[in-house]
């Protein structure tokens, strides 16, 4: 140390002054200061959030700065580095960067006591400081899920605790069922022994379902020390339940000679045993045609005998439960061919038959003709046979009309010509009624002499 010179013992926030020299000799280093400030000369920090084992870099800037000294200390108020010199052993603590304009160090594997307040000295005169908070966050532990026993009976309530500790500050725990949020929780945090991070739990109650078997449950911390990953517990439940049963047949429409199958679907945990299949409530009539193969029951051709209520049966350790189908065996359709010697006879009689006095019975006959083709979509053989009859009866109607017809037409004839007999050679209308009738009594004579 030059002789004649004063020291100045400088710390983390304390500076002695002695009297007016402008340097002094701090740990063998010699320290400048500046008695009179610049305008803007001035420490300017930031404060840093790091993650528990991160690292936290801190920053000491100055933008008017003319060759004066900086310094960064710890809470404890120890020197870290003053310019470019390490002052506290601690590996942990390197250099960044260090000129007249900005001092930069870096503290890896931050622990928790490594929070607090940091400064950052400028030497002038008097020095100047600044301050910079570091804050770490403590890194919530993986959760767990307790309260689970399986398996678990439906109806039953179930309680299902979720808890994580090591949080700084305390984390958020929230719960997923099906991907859908429950609200309804109960939430408790409690400060662990090391007065910095905390315990936090969640508690989630709610009563079971058969629909809740294979759901997975899932317990989701949410905190800003992990960067937008949250961590996460998952419990898949097991519930027990009785089995719920129901009859799928082949065919809607089971019809006489056709092949049937009943499906018995059975659903419940544990699985069901085999189906009991029954009829009327007693065993299947037979076996030799009804052949039961695991949950189906096969009825190689239906018969009318089959008609009747099945029953299904599925049973598994929780309980029993039960499905009923009742078979109608349904007659085979039997569809008429159409006739084309009834519409063309029908047709021949109504342009021909005097119009006057068979319309009415044409309109009927027309409308008869007709039900037959109805009749004949329908099914059962007692719609055919009555189709047949009323065909047949039709046609013998339509043969009498016509011969009816003739005969007027022919007698009406007849009787014009005799009457007109003995009228051709008359002068007027008298004379030929007269003769006319004359003629009908010659022609009685002429009769009765020839009988």
Known sequence: MPAGALLYEVSVNHCWEVSPPQEAWVSGTLLRMQSVPYQGQFPLTQNVTVVEGGTAVLTCRVDQND???????????????????????????????????????????????DEGQYTCSLFTMPVKTSKAYLTVLGVPEKPQISGFSSPVMEGDLMQLTCKTSGSKPAADIRWFKNDKEIKDVKYLKEEDANRKTFTVSSTLDFRVDRSDDGVAVICRVDHESLNATPQVAMQVLEIHYTPSVKIIPSTPFPQEGQPLILTCESKGKPLPEPVLWTKDGGELPDPDRMVVSGRELNILFLNKTDNGTYRCEATNTIG???????????????????????????????????????????????????????????NGPDHALIGGIVAVV????????????????????????????????APDADTAIINAEGSQVNAEEKKEYFI
Do not use: M
């Open 67 to 113: 060759n004066t000294s900086l310094q960064w200390s710890n809470p404890a108020q120890q020197t870290l580095y003053f310019d470019d010199k390490k002052a506290l052993r601690d590996n942990r603590i390197e250099l960044v960067r260090a000129s007249w304009h900005e001092l930069s160090i870096s503290v890896s594997d931050v622990s928790l006591s």
């Open 320 to 378: 029993q439960s039960s499905a009923e189908y009742v078979l109608i065996v349904h007659d085979v359709p039997n569809t008429l061919l159409p006739t084309t010697i009834i519409p063309s006879l029908t047709t021949a009689t109504v342009t021909t038959t005097v119009a006057i006095t068979t319309s009415p019975t044409t309109s009927a006959t027309t409308s008869s003709i007709r039900d037959p083709n109805a009749l004949a979509g329908q």
């Open 394 to 425: 039709v046609f013998v109607t339509l043969c009498s009309i016509f011969l009816l017809g003739r005969y007027l037409a022919r007698h009406k004839g007849t009787y014009l010509t005799n009457e007109a007999k003995g009228a051709e050679d």
